[in-house]
């Protein structure tokens, strides 16, 4: 998976958890999920199982620690990726 | 000074009735909302019948957005809010600002059991050592006040937001608790109601005590036949229903709708003493219950011109009747009109207090008295109560001044609301 399809995936991942008043355009790499995307912190959870299923990857409580913009979450992928391979 | 309470918005997601005019003519042409459902019938139930809203995937949209519906399998949550966004809707009442809640409008909507498919997901993930992918929602789906916390949040609701569980009683007894604490002067409306989630994980433990009907499964809408002689257990259901109470002053101020006034209301328990036990009610008890709502409404037993039993379609049948006609002291052709609406949407458990008390106050609304449902053949101890004119097979036009409805739980619990016409 190319680098773009991976940010497509995530994207379509996260705008599932965006607030009304968010829009899915707004989702750029330097995105704060919780500060700047006012996705709730409960929903962090959900989105980290999401890309689980999506990437087929373990994301464990300390990656999800590091997990503060939508960059952070595609290196975590990334690294997770790699060491599959 | 007691403040006057009125109903301004009815809401319901009944077995055959979602939306309140879809389920106001069910009840007029007393149409059945029991059908049989394959799924009890592969897991070997004997009754494999029950009352079930019909939620349309479109009917789910207009109601939550697609985070909501994400992994949304607590089918109680699901009935509740449909109800109770409609009730809020239909007073005209607006969710609060962004920013700051409404102060003056609370819940309590009750559950008995709220989201148990949710919480059987949940058991198998964790037995699994799958504990980490149970995901954010599986606590407030399967919480007691999941429900109140839902729709808490989507009406912004500042007052008392709250849950509260009385087996059957449910209902009954949130709507009496949100009418005391307008009534006190600590809220301006309350939205009231409850909900029971479906399912054979929610009706298999009242299977197993075999009071359910086993020898309807052919013939599901002739199942439930409260005060029939026939009368052979009562059938599951599920759904809910809700009510916005509000002060008259708050009513009169908004320029609202008024469907009825709420004079007053009881709950006791038998203490499961006497004839009481878990699951029978003590008649001593019901009675006082019963006392001591019309003494609350400041009315007299001659006064109730049609009542909303509680009414399964059980046994215990005949001890309500006879416990109205001492508590009312009236009999035969003096006795108050009488029906039960479980004969149309059959026990919807912790949602039948606010499903019937919805039933309740469309006939004081509409002018009727709706008809029940499979009892042509009234029980003869109940006939030496009530005189069959009283026991209206089909919906009849009747304009009744005062509606009592009661309901009872087990754990011998017990609430009774006196409801009053208000004039147009």
Redesign the interface.
Known sequence: MRKEERFRTLKNIVK??LP?DVSEEAIEAESNFTSELNINS??L??IV?DVEDAFHIKIENDDMDQMKTVRDALYIIDQKLLNKA | MKKRVVITGLGVCAPKGVGVSDFLNTLKKGESGIAFHQELAALGFSCQIAGKPEVTPSILEAFF???QR??LRASGIVYGVIAGMDAWADAGLEKAAKEEPDWDSGIVFGAGTLGVDTFREAIHLIDANKTR?L???TVIQTMASGISAYLGGILGCGNQVTTNSSACGTGTEGLIMGYERIRSGMASRMLVGSTSDSGPYVWGGFDAMRILPSKYNDNPILASRPMSDSAAGFVPGSGAGALVLESLDSALKRGATIYAEVLGGAVNSGGQRGNGSMTAPNSTAVQRCIKAAIKDAEVQGRDIDVINGHLTATKKDVDEIRNWSEALQRRGIDFPYINSTKGIVGHCLAASGSIESVATVLQLKEGLVFGNQNCPDIHPEILAYVDASKIPQQTIQYQPKIAAKASFGFGDVNACVIFKEYPK
């Open positions: 599932v958890y009304e409960a929903n959870v959900d199982l | 957005s697609p985070l994400k992994g992918r995901g954010s929602t």
